[in-house]
Structure formats: structure tokens, C-alpha cells
């Protein structure tokens, strides 16, 4: 039987690297995908004289890290680094398997005769298919400080944040700089629909003549975004009873639950990590506790941590932490609300749900919750709850961790229809910070408010969601 020889691994290497072939003077072409803010703000970074250490963009799948990386390594050339000194990885190719990263950097170098201190890029896609690929990945850059090395992940454990992080390997210490790809905001996909909904869409904070028509313009987009706007796959959706994309449905799905992430991190029951991620989607927006899922999973709880940590860190789910009634977390999170990063992952799981369908508020929620993962906000956000009252969502500042802003969501109408409206969120308000800023989040209804002596606003949380995206940080 004949073994992968080092020719079929060049082979291999120059088939994603056609640009290697070309003579002098070829132009090199290159498709134009929609590009996000994201992949621009990420070449500037790539092309960054001062950067030292491999920069990774990480993220879900299908969330487009090829797509950046491409657009990148477009970025590289146009800037007037020769194609011979550019080299394309897709780790996910069988033929790399045996090989580590110091050995594929190696093969590329030798390629073209380069010394090992030579300026060369490495876009290193699928990064979750090499063992300990961070730690290698920071040791490489150690033994080759002048190669820029940048990266695709789909997961991370721990949990990856955005920033500079430094990594213990077998090499020593090492650092990388993460940049977190999240799903589409509700301001990208409307970007990229190159709509606005009927002119409703004015910067935060400016007046707002909220017409019947308009909002209903915009909570039709909104309905196209919950259901299929989380990913690029799903911009061209013209209807909200189209079947998912087939990447989200299938792809994603099977290769993050099933086989490939899973196995990576060494989940030895798919199953069960599957049936966990039907749970927490079904109850996206709700509050959880560990003794709660191990029932309906009938996954042991040391088990059932380890899956949540995977789910966490393969970017499909965050947790939210529990605040008390006077705004203060709780030393043992007992309790604490999970949410998807997009509402798109539930219509993947279970098929679109209508607007006027009762568990499609909790799918707003999700949706809002969603834009804060995208814009560097998650870290700040938690919840309160306490016997007989909540508030769905606390911003807080920074560093004291007081509440900021408050948050309650009233798709039905029901909490503005009632006598005691919006008191939980103004009686949290009243005992932790009578400044903090005051949101109903409704369906259509806008305007100032007044209660218990504290302004708060009703805003439509499609307006809202698009606000939301449009920030950073």
C-alpha cells in the first residue's frame, strides 16, 4: 500500500494555491462575495506592520471565515505582496492529517527556497482540525516571527473572547489576537438586502415618525432575519415559508453536532450533545438550571457542563449570568438564561415561526440579544430574576457592574396593556439605579413613557435590533 508522499501534499498545496503557477505579469482575479465591516476591519489588522502574533478569526460556521480569509488574502495582494509569498491552507483536507503546522509551513517555505526568516503570509483555514491548533499555531509563530499567520476557527475551549491571548504550549509561551466573526446583524442583512424598510431607519437616537406602514415594512424584514438572516446562505430568502438554507439546516448542524467540532473536542455522544442543543433552542430566551436539563436530556450534570462549554465555545450558544433583585450576581449561578447567537439556528432546528405565533417573542429576544454577541456587547449583559418578578435583559456598565440599561420585551402587548405595565423593570430600576435607561421592546408601539417618577421608552424592537447593530462596542 502506497503512503501520502510529500508530492501529493505539495500537489495538494499548489491546487489551493493556483496563484503559485502563474508567470510574471498574470493578473490575479479574485470572486467578489458580499464583503462584511468585519473582513475590512480584519485586513487592515492582517496587513498591520505592528502585529506580532497570529491573528484568528473565529466564529460559527457559516458564519463566512473562509470568505474572509479570502477577501484578506485579495486584500494582501492588492496591497503589493507577491502571490509567491502568499499560501492558502484548507486544513480540513484529509491529505494534511498526518502533518503539524510547523511541518506544513515547512513544505511551503521549501516550496519556493525561502529562508526561515522570510516575510511570507499563511492563511491557515479550518484551524479546529489541527491538535492543540492555537497552542501550534503560537509555537509557529515563535520559530518563524517574521511569517503573518492568520487563521479560520469554528471552536475554541475555553471559550475564545475577542483580544490579544496569551497561550501555554510545548514550545513555551506564545500569544494570538482573536477577532470574533459573529452571525449577521440585523443592520448587515439589511445592508446587504439594500433595503430600508420604507424609509424607518434614521440613526439611534434621531426623531422617529413611526407610520403603520413603515413599522409593518420593517417587522417584515425583521420576520426575514429571525427566520433565516443569521448567515450569509440566507440573504437571498424572499419568503418567510422557504425551507432553511441548506447550510444552516444541514451542513452546519451535522458537521458541529455530529461529527466533525464534536468529535474534535471529544464528545463521545453526539446524540445527547444534539438532543442538549434541541433543548436550549426550544427554550432560547429562557431561564435554565442544570438540574432542569439533565431531566430532559437525561445527560449526567458533569456531562451536561462539558456540552454547554462546547456549545459556548463552537459559538451556537451564550449563557447569560443571574443578577439579584438589587442588581448584584449570585455568588452560586444556580440558575442563568441561555440564548442562540441567531435566531436562524431555531429555524434550522424546528422550521420558521410566524410573528403572530406565541414563541416568537421569545425568538425576538433572541434576535436582540443576538446583535449585542455581535457588537462586543455579550460581556456586559445579564438578567434579573427574583420570586415573582424579572427583568429580560440588563446592560451593565463598566467597570462598577451596575445596571445601565433595562431591558423588557412586550411583543404581545400585553405588559403595556396591563394595569401594572412595566413595574418589575421600574421597581428594579428604583433599588439598584434610578438613571439607568429604560427600554419596552414592542411590536410596533413607540414613544416616551413615564412611571413611578422614571422616564422610560417604548421602541419597536425591530427599530431596535437595527440600532443595536449599527454600534460597536
Known amino acids: ?164 491571548a496569551e497561550i501555554a504550549n510545548d514550545g513555551g509561551a506564545g500569544a494570538v489576537e482573536v477577532r470574533i466573526l459573529p452571525p449577521l446583524s440585523f443592520a448587515e442583512f439589511m445592508g446587504f438586502r439594500r433595503t430600508d424598510a420604507g424609509g424607518v431607519l434614521p440613526e439611534a437616537g434621531s426623531s422617529l415618525p413611526l407610520d403603520a406602514a413603515g413599522i409593518a415594512a420593517l417587522n417584515a424584514e425583521f420576520a426575514r432575519y429571525v427566520a433565516f438572516g443569521g448567515f450569509p446562505s440566507g440573504i437571498a430568502a424572499k419568503r418567510e415559508d422557504e425551507s432553511p438554507p441548506a447550510l444552516v439546516r444541514d451542513a452546519l448542524l451535522h458537521d458541529v453536532l455530529h461529527r466533525d467540532l464534536a468529535a474534535f473536542a471529544g464528545v463521545i455522544e453526539p446524540r445527547e450533545l444534539g438532543r442538549l442543543f434541541a433543548v436550549l433552542a426550544r427554550n432560547t430566551g429562557g431561564e435554565a438550571a442544570i438540574e432542569d436539563l439533565a431531566k430532559a436530556t437525561g445527560v449526567a450534570k458533569n456531562t451536561l457542563r462539558k456540552y454547554l462549554d462546547f456549545l459556548e465555545g463552537a459559538f451556537l450558544i451564550r449563557r447569560v449570568p443571574r443578577l439579584n433583585r438589587d442588581g448584584r450576581p449570585f455568588q452560586r449561578q444556580v440558575l442563568f438564561k441561555v440564548y442562540l447567537t441567531s435566531p436562524t439556528l431555531y429555524t434550522a432546528l424546528f422550521g420558521p415561526v410566524a410573528p403572530d405565533d406565541p414563541d416568537y417573542g421569545r425568538l425576538v429576544e433572541t434576535a436582540v440579544a443576538a446583535q449585542c454577541f455581535a457588537t462586543g456587547l455579550a460581556d456586559r449583559l445579564a438578567y434579573a430574576s427574583w420570586k415573582g418578578g424579572m427583568v429580560d435583559l440588563v446592560l451593565l456598565d463598566e467597570p462598577d457592574g451596575r445596571p445601565e440599561q433595562l431591558f423588557q420585551f412586550d411583543w404581545s402587548g400585553a405588559v403595556a396593556a396591563s394595569d401594572n405595565g412595566p413595574d418589575t423593570m421600574v421597581n428594579f430600576a428604583v433599588r439598584t439605579n434610578p438613571d439607568a435607561r429604560m427600554t419596552l421592546l414592542t411590536r410596533g408601539r413607540g414613544g416616551p413613557a413615564r412611571r413611578g417618577g422614571l422616564d422610560l421608552n417604548l421602541v419597536p424592537a425591530a427599530l431596535y435590533a437595527y440600532w443595536l447593530g449599527t454600534r460597536k462596542g
Open 1 to 164: 500500500m502506497e503512503h501520502i508522499a510529500a508530492s501529493d501534499i505539495l500537489r495538494r498545496l499548489e491546487f489551493d494555491n493556483p496563484w503559485w503557477v502563474f508567470r510574471s505579469g498574470t493578473r490575479v482575479r479574485f470572486r467578489h462575495p458580499p464583503q462584511r465591516g468585519f473582513a475590512r476591519d480584519f485586513a487592515v489588522r492582517a496587513l498591520d506592520a505592528a502585529l506580532d502574533v497570529p491573528l484568528i478569526a473565529a466564529g460559527p460556521p457559516g458564519a463566512g471565515k473562509t470568505i474572509v480569509l479570502r477577501q484578506t488574502l485579495a486584500a494582501v495582494v492588492r496591497a503589493g505582496v507577491s502571490p509567491m509569498r502568499i499560501a492558502y491552507l484548507s486544513l480540513g483536507a484529509p491529505v494534511f492529517s498526518g502533518e503539524d503546522l510547523a511541518a506544513l509551513a515547512d513544505r511551503v517555505l521549501d516550496r519556493f527556497a525561502y529562508g526561515r526568516d522570510e516575510k511570507v503570509f499563511l492563511f491557515l483555514d479550518d484551524l479546529d482540525y489541527v491538535a492543540d491548533g492555537i497552542g501550534q499555531l503560537a509555537a509557529l509563530q515563535s520559530r518563524l516571527p517574521n511569517v503573518r499567520l492568520i487563521a479560520g476557527l469554528s471552536s475554541g475551549a475555553p471559550r475564545l473572547t475577542p483580544g490579544r
